[in-house]
């Protein structure tokens, strides 16, 4: 995989207001300042324009179809345009291009400032959708059937921002939006179910990653595995990776970090003379006390009481 030449790379470019955006590429003045849908087609860019690195003050959701060539780096990974897809980019994040040209692209793009979803339960509700924290090369992956599934629905949007605005625009609005990141989220779902050789490597890759975690010293040099570390060592975003274990095996990133520390902790126990202060440091604990909460949590009963059954 290629590696990331930071001291390359330039600042991202700030991209602060909808109409900023519009201007940058070329596209006609919005209708409307916090919304707007736009085609790829529409985009007009000199021809050796390339774009590096943008971060916006927006929610952006895109399709793409096709691209004439390079690739995109999102976080850490990066993604070949070679088919369709979708990406999704909550506000104030980075979305590194190389040599991406977008004058080959088909698709849309939404662009929805916070401020619009203000005063609806999407508002909130948004930051739920762990998608918006995906990497690109966790991208979206549509099937004919679900894309015109999406499709419709930003039709919908943009025939709605074309219209007069009325009492009942941003209502509608609001919940075509919020139907398309349902569908988006049960499209994921579906997602992780079909790629299942790709996820079953990857839940041995992380089962792999937490026996060397609990076999070796990595406990007491390292402290308790984070979510966040252990997403790192698999090169994904945690909550990617807590929403593909949640649906292969029912359970988060945590609470299978959290189940193996009891098992280790039962293991130690029940067949050592360990004081409860030892075991906790052995499973790298800085505290007893988060130990004996955690071990009591999922059991119970006290780290005591559990040794106690055993005598």
Known sequence: MDK????????????????????YLGLKKTLN????VFSFDDVKLESE???SAITTDFYVVALKKDCAGGKCRYGQQYYDFDEGIMYFIA???????EDVLLNGVRGFVLVVHPDFLQGYPLASQVKDYGYFSYKSNEALHLSEKEEKSIMDIIENVNREIDANMDAFSQGLLVSNIDLLLKYCDRFYNRQFL??????????????TLLDDYFRNDELVLKGTPSVQSVAGELNLSPNYLSDMLRVQTGQTTLQHIQNRLIEKAKGLLSTTQLS??????Q???EHP??????????TSVSPLEFRASFN
Do not use: C, W
């Not at 990331?4 to 201007?23: C, Q, R, T, W």
């Not at 300042?33 to 707007?36: G, K, N």
């Not at 006390?289 to 999922?298: E, P």
């Open 283 to 285: 499973l790298g604990f």
């Open 33 to 36: 300042p916090l919304i707007s």
């Open 289 to 298: 006390q988060s130990f004996h909460r955690l071990f009591k949590g999922h």
């Open 4 to 23: 990331v030449e930071y001291h390359n790379m330039k600042a991202p470019e700030k991209i602060a207001s909808i109409n900023a955006l519009h201007k």
């Open 194 to 207: 079909t790629r299942k050789k790709v996820n079953s490597d990857l839940l041995t890759r992380f089962e």
């Open 91 to 97: 506000p104030h994040q980075v979305l590194h291009f």
């Open 49 to 51: 324009t390339i774009l």
């Open 276 to 281: 409860v202060s030892e075991i906790a440091y």
